[in-house]
T-cell receptor
Framework: GAVVSQHPSRVICKSGTSVKIECRSL??????MFWYRQFPKQSLMLMAT?????????EQGVEKDKFLINHASLTLSTLTVTSAHPEDSSFYIC??????????FGDGTRLSIL | GQNIDQPTEMTATEGAIVQINCTYQ??????LFWYQQHAGEAPTFLSY????GLEEKGRFSSFLSRSKGYSYLLLKELQMKDSASYLC???????????FGKGTRLSVIA
């Protein structure tokens, strides 16, 4: 149980492209979803928290206009990196939680901007 | 704010036991988690402690002392596949998101 699917697993694209990453909870209703970013050999850094049907809460230093988050249903959240640049290259990981249960993570998306 | 400390790297021998420590400072503590993360992969849930004491799950055990702001993850009968980063994370009252430590990179050698 508690499976979170994240797609795509890998993206390579040119600078200036917008990239959408999907996160789905497959066997539970995710009341809250989280988006993390992880640079090589560093810890997971929380970017934003989203609750179904409401606007995401962004962490300090994360540009909400650049990282668009939509949590339209209890099983789907999307992160769109708009006009991506090489410095946005990173490992993006979503996680989902139902109520007070532990967070379960998707498999991550490795984004490489050329 | 929250502060989580754990050693950066550890090395242990196959078949041995290793203890990975984690200390934390947080207001409104509401649970400590351990995750395993292999290189290039997402974290996988290992354990959750909210009350003091030891939680055992197979070869892995996790201990918590809330008064000391301290936890450890104990791995027994180490296997080569246990080579990974182990992340300590805490959550606070209000169902806040997990805040992760920097992780401990464990290398299991023959």
């Amino acid at each position: 149980g508690a499976v979170v699917s994240q797609h795509p697993s890998r993206v390579i694209c040119k600078s200036g492209t917008s990239v959408k990453i999907e996160c789905r909870s497959l066997d539970f209703q995710a009341t809250t979803m989280f988006w993390y970013r992880q640079f090589p050999k560093q810890s997971l850094m929380l970017m934003a928290t989203s609750n179904e049907g409401s606007k995401a809460t962004y962490e300090q230093g994360v540009e909400k206009d650049k990282f668009l988050i939509n949590h339209a249903s209890l099983t789907l959240s999307t992160l769109t990196v708009t006009s991506a640049h090489p410095e946005d290259s990173s490992f993006y990981i979503c996680s989902a939680r139902q109520g007070t249960q532990p967070q379960h993570f998707g498999d991550g998306t490795r984004l490489s901007i050329l | 704010g929250q502060n989580i400390d754990q050693p950066t790297e550890m090395t242990a021998t196959e078949g041995a036991i290793v203890q990975i420590n984690c200390t934390y400072q947080t207001s409104g503590f509401n649970g400590l988690f351990w995750y395993q993360q292999h290189a290039g992969e997402a974290p996988t849930f290992l354990s959750y402690n909210v009350l003091d004491g030891l939680e055992e799950k197979g070869r892995f055990s996790s201990f918590l002392s809330r008064s000391k702001g301290y936890s450890y993850l104990l791995l027994k009968e180490l296997q080569m596949k246990d080579s990974a980063s182990y992340l300590c994370a805490v959550t606070s009252w209000g169902n806040t998101p997990l805040v992760f430590g920097k992780g401990t990179r464990l290398s299991v050698i023959a």
